[in-house]
């Protein structure tokens, strides 16, 4: 004899049905199933249901369970409170009960709503039933999108949860306050990519710890599990993990609201918003880092480039090394077959076009890391001793290197512009020849590649060049905030990424007098971050001499 056939009673919760009250609980339904399969003779019931899964989305587990026995013709009755607890999709919802139940021989009963697919006549109604569904689940998704701005205005934690690293603030509604075992593991992560590790490095580092992934974290401390939650490899880290943490701005002391959303109240796929539509709120928790490093990561990271396998060890000048005279970027030449002492670097466009544009502006890597930890001691320590005419001197030339290079960036981007401009002229013109004959259609793919390959360039080119210019602006000499860092670094034993990157903002390599001459002088031009250039300028250079030698 075959097992008899189940009569399914099932109930689903969404969390927008929470916020509204407890008529629609789990438990209520689940009361109102059972007495009405009892007083209509109903056996050999199973209760399934989905608590805070949407109606707009039928990828829910117990009803992934119920499809799985329906399929294997198990299911003699399935009976909902009403329609909306099957779901909220109004096409979805009627294929299931015009074509879908029909077809598999299933009973569908929808006890509020009156519906009982063995009556015809009371079906008569349901497609209006379900269409009016639809539109509230659509009202309440753009209700919902609406107090989720004002909570994200008003500075308030959005979601279930608190980035890794903080817990809720039992004292203010929304707030957030550090989680001091996963904030350390966050100033950690910021620390070791201020140093020049990537996300991929730092993940297999802290993988090889054992420090628990957030998921497995968070887990552990609530109880609270989810879909993306894997028990089974608990340190398991990924690099978009790294990614995630060292892009949120949370960390900061500042509540970034609507991040992301969903493509619609259908399609619950996570988009991410760009910058500009995202709520930022200022200070509004305590920050687990500072300005000043999360500046530094995010140049770090701008001009990190994955380094071979071979070669674990970053390059710590990477983004901040320029040919003095192209203005290119000098590239790092090194391989397992060198030693590390002829590690050197040479510029970019001379390897890329040759000698007849540029030159090759050669020095060595420990040359330069030489030269640039002795000019670091030698700035610092005549910051932290003689700060009054320290700061005579920055304020007394920066006036004039700042104008200069202001200047100097503002004819470029006027120059870009102008350029930007011409080839939209250029194409417009080409265009025209091409049309009236002037020009064959072959002659057009090739010039139009042209101008298009160039205009792209300049389209990325010329918003950097903006930004640089902004920043020079507002730039001037914050003398009082370099000298609090040389307090901080009293002694600089060797030059790390951090340290780098903390005090210089670029280096300019000049050629050498004399060509293929290792003796010969060669220009190394530092700017430093909030003071600028600090060239030998007499008679303050004297005293910093003085000072360094001593």
């Known amino acids: 004899m075959a097992n008899p056939k189940y009569n399914i009673l099932y109930g689903r919760l969404s969390q927008e049905d929470e916020l509204k009250g407890d008529s629609n609980s789990i438990q209520n339904q689940r009361m109102l199933l059972e007495k009405y399969a009892q007083e209509n003779g109903f056996v050999n019931v199973k209760f399934l249901y989905d608590d805070g899964y949407s109606g707009t989305n039928f990828n829910r587990p117990a ?64 497609p209006m039933r379900n269409y009016f569904n639809e539109l509230y689940a659509k009202d309440s998704s753009k209700k919902v999108r609406i107090v989720k701005r004002a909570q994200a205005e008003r500075g308030e934690l959005l979601g279930g949860k608190p980035p890794y690293g903080y817990k809720r603030d039992e004292t203010v509604r929304k707030g957030i306050v550090p989680d001091e075992e996963a904030a350390g593991v966050v100033k950690r992560i910021f620390a070791l990519c201020a140093e020049g590790k990537g996300p991929n490095q730092i993940a297999r580092l802290l993988t090889k710890e054992q420090v628990l992934t957030p998921s497995n974290y968070s887990y552990r401390k609530t109880g609270v599990s989810h879909a993306e939650l894997d028990t089974t490899r608990p340190y398991s880290w990924c690099g978009s993990s790294v990614t995630g943490i060292l892009d949120n701005k949370t960390y900061l002391g500042h509540m970034a609201g609507l991040r992301s959303t969903t493509l619609s109240y259908k399609n619950k796929k996570l988009i991410r918003h760009p910058e500009s539509e995202q709520i930022l709120v200022e200070n509004t928790h305590e920050p687990l880092i500072t300005q000043e490093l999360w500046d530094i990561v995010q140049e770090v990271r701008k001009h990190k480039k994955r380094t071979p396998k071979q070669m674990e060890e970053p390059n710590m000048f990477s983004g901040l090394v320029y040919c003095a005279d192209c203005g290119k970027p000098l590239v790092l030449h090194r391989a397992h077959t060198m030693k590390a002492t002829q590690n050197n670097f040479m510029c970019y466009t001379y390897k890329k076009k040759g000698k007849e544009v540029c030159s090759a502006h050669y020095i060595r890597e420990q040359d330069l890391t030489r030269i640039i930890l002795d000019d670091l001691r030698r700035v610092t320590h005549f910051a932290r001793q003689k700060e009054r005419l320290f700061a005579e001197y920055i304020n007394q030339k920066n006036s004039v290197e700042l104008r200069r290079e202001i200047n100097t960036v503002q004819k470029e981007l006027d120059s870009m512009r102008r350029r930007n401009a011409d080839l939209t002229a250029l194409f417009k013109r080409l265009y025209e020849d091409n049309v009236l004959g002037r020009v064959t259609n072959e002659q057009f793919r090739i010039l139009s590649g042209d101008y298009n390959a160039e205009q792209k360039e300049l389209s990325a080119a010329i918003p950097e060049k903006e930004s640089r210019l902004e920043k020079l602006k507002a730039s001037a000499a914050n003398v009082d905030a370099f000298i609090e860092k040389a307090k901080r670094y009293t002694e600089i034993q060797e030059l790390t990424p951090e340290i780098l990157r903390l005090f210089i903002s670029r280096i300019e390599v000049g050629e050498r007098g004399e060509k293929y001459s290792r003796t010969a002088e060669q220009s190394i031009r530092i700017i430093y971050r909030d003071v600028g250039v600090m060239d030998s300028v007499e008679p303050v250079e004297e005293n910093m001499e003085q000072e360094y030698i001593a």
């Open 63 to 126: 009803w992934s369970e119920i499809m799985k026995l329906i399929e294997s013709s198990e299911v003699e009755t399935l009976i909902v409170k009403d329609l909306s607890r099957l779901g909220r999709e109004y096409l979805q919802v009627g294929y299931y009960t015009e074509i879908y139940f029909p077809q598999q021989g299933v009973r569908f009963i929808a006890v509020n709503d009156g519906v009982d697919s063995l009556y015809s006549e009371t079906n008569d109604f349901t």
